[in-house]
């Protein structure tokens, strides 16, 4: 598979960007058929609303399947248009005009048009919405009709990945004035329709005929999603052939199926994280000589051989991953017990007990992690008492809700996208409660850097905030996971597979096909 290949929006000097739309590769050899998935991170609360979507099996079910956003990143993370065909940006990337595709409706028969962008966009700033793309189109001052095809959007500032935040699997497009019908039916305009759907168990779509992806996308004739979250139960469907493809194999049994002539294994690095949130606004992690004191006191390598078997790379404290263009080269934060000791003294503690909850659910081999993390504080002085959460309720429940946490995040293409999802001040997913009252510098360099359209002068903002994120922020990365996942021979894949979510950035139910 290919390495993750950025494709820039606006280079430096270039006072507009015009963008279009393209399609994927050339038809494959073979269409029809059935696929059928095994796939965690399924929960009885799943529901086509997609403001709740925060795992694979409804990312994959809505935008990789039912449902169109206005932009796609594509398996080489360059961005093609879905239902946008064309974009234009302002000189100083604050006014976005982009056109949209026309003929498609959907699959109740509504076509669609600028009022369902408009309509879709702001359900995420309803009062009281969690939504995690709140913080992108919060980012939106203004939403303008300019015809049925057409919309003029306005920024509060200027951000010249815009587009790329249009990709962002919460920002599914219902048809206008009839979306509580929608999220209760899975009425969208993608390739497939919702033939059958239990949450948490399992999902059935079949394929839309005339859909304006012919020949480029969507080659089987139904699709099968089963909700499997126990990865030995994936792995066992997969080698009986319940299954075809599965989501999300243990390292720990990456090794057997590789060797299985009949299966595929893919290893894919990207920007997927595993770790551990401190809330920074809450005690004791309102400390910074706490926060630093953990920060020297978790074996980073030990987790990286124990648990991901080699299968990634070790972080430093930051969401940005390698595959993100302006990665800063930092050094992760050393293994040092003294040095964590010294911090605790400065914070005028000689030994401390914290609870970290954890669970399966949170990343495949969060117990073993935290059980490593925990083995090598306490040479620290620093006891990690672990508290064994239910896996059903940990996204909706645990994380986020807790001082201490096991995390993980897929990352994404761009630095604003992750960070403002992740690390902007009051954002409904800043898991470490990262804020003004942390770091008015970090914010103020958020905005700023969203504004700068030069390259260097990007780069230098992006390494300062990675910089204080390392020394001072919340957030544990103690590594970067490379996606693992497996299919058998009777299934296709393009040579290249995304690597922005799992399993083909979600959408391999459009992209893959019948061997």
Same mark, same amino acid.
């Given at each position: ?9 606006? /280079? ?117 919405? =969690? ?160 926060? #630093? ?31 993100? #263009? ?42 073993? =992690? ?17 508290? =064994? ?32 999802? /992740? ?93």
């Amino acid at each position: 598979m290919s390495g993750f290949k950025r494709r820039r929006l606006i /280079q430096t000097a270039l006072a507009a960007a015009v963008l279009g739309a393209s399609g994927v590769a050339a038809a494959p050899a073979r269409s029809g058929g059935t696929l059928r998935a095994g796939l965690g991170g399924a929960h009885p609360s799943d529901s086509w609303d997609a403001r709740t979507h925060s795992d694979l099996f409804m990312i994959a079910a809505a935008q990789g399947a039912v449902f169109d956003t206005l932009t796609e990143v594509a398996a080489d993370g360059s961005l093609r248009g879905e239902l946008a065909t064309g974009w234009e940006a302002s000189a100083d990337a604050r006014v976005w005009t982009v056109t949209l595709r026309e003929g498609v409706r959907f699959h109740d028969g509504t076509p669609f048009a600028a009022r369902d962008v408009i309509a879709s966009l702001n359900l995420h700033l309803e009062p009281g919405t =969690a939504s995690g793309a709140r913080p992108l189109v919060e980012t939106i001052a203004r939403m303008e009709r300019l015809s049925d095809h057409r919309l003029r959007f306005t920024l509060a500032e200027g951000n010249a990945d815009f587009p790329y935040l249009l990709a962002d699997y919460h920002l599914l497009i219902y048809p206008a004035g009839q979306i509580d019908a929608a999220i209760a039916q899975g009425i969208g305009t993608g390739l497939y329709r919702v033939e059958s759907f239990e949450p948490g168990r399992r999902f059935i779509g079949r394929r839309v005929a005339g859909h304006y992806k012919d020949g480029q996308a969507g080659w089987f004739d139904q699709i099968e999603f089963h909700a499997m979250n126990d990865g030995a139960a994936r792995v066992a469907a997969l080698r009986s052939g319940q299954v075809d493809t599965i989501s999300r194999v243990a390292p720990q049994r990456a090794a057997r199926l590789q060797a299985e002539p009949s299966l595929r294994l893919q290893d894919i690095p990207g920007n997927q994280y595993y770790g551990f949130a401190m809330q920074t606004g809450a005690a004791p992690f309102d400390a910074l000589q706490i926060r #630093q004191a953990l920060k020297h006191a978790i074996d980073r390598q030990a987790i990286l051989d124990q648990v991901l078997l080699g299968h990634g790379r070790i972080g430093a404290d930051s969401p940005l991953g390698p595959a993100n #263009q302006y990665t800063a080269d930092l050094a992760a934060p050393a293994y040092d017990p003294d040095r964590a000791r010294h911090h605790l003294r400065q914070a005028g503690l000689s030994r401390l007990t914290l609870p970290l909850s954890v669970s399966e659910a949170a990343f495949e081999g969060a117990p073993e =992690a935290a059980a490593l993390f925990a083995e090598s504080a306490r040479a620290a002085g620093i006891e990690i008492a672990l508290v =064994a959460e239910p896996g059903e309720a940990y996204w909706s429940e645990v994380w986020g809700n807790r001082p201490f946490s096991a995390c993980a995040w897929s990352g994404r293409v761009t630095e604003d996208w992750m960070l403002s999802t /992740q690390m902007r001040d009051g954002a409904p997913w800043n898991d470490t409660q990262w804020g003004m009252a942390q770091s008015p510098r970090f914010q103020s360099l958020l905005l700023e850097a969203r504004a700068a359209l030069d390259s260097a002068r990007r780069r230098a903002l992006y390494g300062e905030m990675q910089q204080i994120l390392r020394d001072e922020g919340g957030l544990l990365v103690p590594v970067f996971a490379n996606h693992l996942q497996a299919h058998s021979d009777r299934v296709a894949t393009p040579r290249d597979v995304g690597n922005l979510w799992a399993m083909d950035n979600a959408r391999f139910a459009e992209r893959w096909w019948r061997a």
